[in-house]
Structures are given as structure tokens and as C-alpha cells.
């Protein structure tokens, strides 16, 4: 189980980045998710996407960010707009995220991270 997230850099407020995460040696069969970790935080959920296509978006990238999927090429995307400096963070993908009843948990394996920097 291998996954490499990519996409991340440098980009000024209201600016648009497009992240990537490629898996290899398993199949997507369940939701996959995109977390991020600022500074001196936790790591927060950000967006998960259903193997059947439900979409949870956290309030503070509703309306920005868009995940989507596809099981044919083992990969998950999150197309980032409208940029914020609070945005910026290291941000991960998971392989196996479920809703429970005590909200999302992570079962999966983690990427290495790709670094994105909000700043003028």
C-alpha cells in the first residue's frame, strides 16, 4: 500500500492548486480523504469522498474545494479555489476513511504529505 500525494506549492491569496494523491498495491474500495496539518495543530479533516460518491466538505473549505475520484486510475484529487493564508498547511490523503458514529475515523494508510503555502 503506497500513496504519493502531489500538486502542492507556493500561491498567492485567491490563487487555485489542484492536489493529487496516486495509489498503488491496494484498489479504492471505500471513502478516501484529504487531511491537513498547519503548524503547531492537528491534523484536520478536510474533505472525504464515498466509494459510492457522498461528498463531506468541512465548513471552512465548503464552497472552495472540490473532491472528486476515480477508481479506474487508483486516485483522488481536491481542486483547492479561492485560496486563504489560513489554508496553508501540509496536506495528506488517507486510503480508508468511515464515517461512524462518532464522526469520521481514518483506517487507511497515509501519504507523505505535500506542502501548500498560502502568502503574498
Known amino acids: 500500500v503506497h500513496l504519493v500525494e502531489s500538486g502542492g506549492g507556493l500561491v498567492q491569496p485567491g490563487g487555485s492548486l489542484r492536489l493529487s494523491c496516486a495509489a498503488s498495491?491496494?484498489?479504492?474500495?471505500?471513502?478516501m480523504g484529504w487531511y491537513r496539518q498547519a503548524p503547531g495543530k492537528q491534523r484536520e479533516l478536510v474533505a472525504v469522498?464515498?466509494?459510492?460518491?457522498?461528498?463531506y466538505y468541512a465548513d471552512s473549505v465548503k464552497g472552495r474545494f472540490t473532491i472528486s475520484r476515480s477508481n479506474a486510475k487508483n486516485t483522488v484529487s481536491l481542486k483547492m479555489n479561492s485560496l486563504k493564508p489560513e489554508d496553508t498547511a501540509v496536506y495528506y490523503c488517507?486510503?480508508?476513511?468511515?464515517?461512524?458514529?462518532?464522526?469520521?475515523?481514518?483506517?487507511?494508510?497515509w501519504g507523505q504529505g505535500t506542502q501548500v503555502t498560502v502568502s503574498s
Open positions: 498495491g491496494f484498489a479504492f474500495v471505500n471513502g
Open positions: 488517507n486510503s480508508d476513511v468511515r464515517r461512524l458514529s462518532a464522526g469520521y475515523q481514518t483506517f487507511g494508510s
Open positions: 469522498i464515498s466509494s459510492g460518491g457522498s461528498i
